[in-house]
């Protein structure tokens, strides 16, 4: 199996923080699902930011698709892994759902009618297609998950990481996330899951890695 992101004696603290990862050495590899878990406070969303280059380790690296990230720009990381936010309302800044899904590669100056071709696969493929004129705050919470999905495969990534996708979630949405996530992982896209949803994580994860005080406690295949 394939290491695609790697951390390297990663040490981080925030700024008013004591350490919340002190020499961390971690593979999370490609084309499978990993789950962290983890009581509350026990680092998993620093984590996943620090995978997704969102924040910084003060000394070791991290090293996605066999780059160190320090050296890529956000934009680049962009179109390896997706990251859908625990709070995924602040990651929508699109008008509409379309404009949502569109924007950035109209920014990138794609080809207009690649993206808009993509788009509605996209919308379609996320049950997403009736709600495409509607601005994206007025969407439930699943909704909003579904087209923050949606949104970071635009990019063609192979990797999405997702803190805590089924917070906020009935178990009907979750059910539905569920086969989302199913099919992702049927074409091949890597997944590093954040949560604390037992069921959730037994029914998706090939490896299950526990966090206690920023230390790997438990690290076992599913
Ligand atoms: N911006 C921040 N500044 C200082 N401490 C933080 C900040 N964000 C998180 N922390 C602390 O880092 C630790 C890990 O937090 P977090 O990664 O959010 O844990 P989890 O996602 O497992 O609940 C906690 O003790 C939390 O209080
Ligand atoms: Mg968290």
Not at 6 to 24: A, C, G, P, T
Not at 76 to 93: N, P
Not at 95 to 122: C, P
Request: glycine share 8%; aromatic share 6%.
């Amino acid at each position: 199996m394939k290491p695609f992101i790697v951390f390297e004696n990663v040490d981080f603290k925030y700024r008013r923080s004591n350490n919340i990862f002190q020499s961390l050495v971690l593979a999370i590899n490609s084309e499978e699902t990993t789950a962290i878990t983890g009581n509350n406070g026990s680092g998993k969303t620093t984590l996943s930011k620090l995978a997704a280059g969102m924040l910084h380790p003060q000394k070791g690296r991290v090293v996605v698709d066999g780059e160190d990230i320090k050296e890529m720009s956000l934009g680049e990381l962009g179109t390896k892994l997706g990251y859908v936010f625990q709070a995924v309302e602040r990651q929508l800044f699109g008008m509409t759902v379309l404009d949502e899904l569109t924007f950035v590669n109209r920014l990138k100056g794609i080809e207009e009618s690649e993206t808009y071709a993509k788009a509605n696969k996209l919308l379609e493929a996320f049950e997403l297609t009736d709600l495409r004129d509607r601005h994206p705050s007025t969407l439930s919470y699943g909704e909003k998950r579904r087209l923050a999905i949606a949104a970071a495969l635009m990019s063609d990534i192979s990797f999405l990481i997702l803190d805590e996708p089924t917070s906020f979630l009935d178990p009907d949405r979750i059910e539905s996330l569920s086969s989302t996530l199913d099919s992702l992982k049927a074409n091949g896209v890597g997944m590093l899951i954040i949560s604390h949803d037992e069921d959730f994580v037994a029914r998706h994860a090939d490896r299950i890695i526990r966090i206690e005080d920023g230390g790997i406690v438990d690290d076992h295949r599913h």
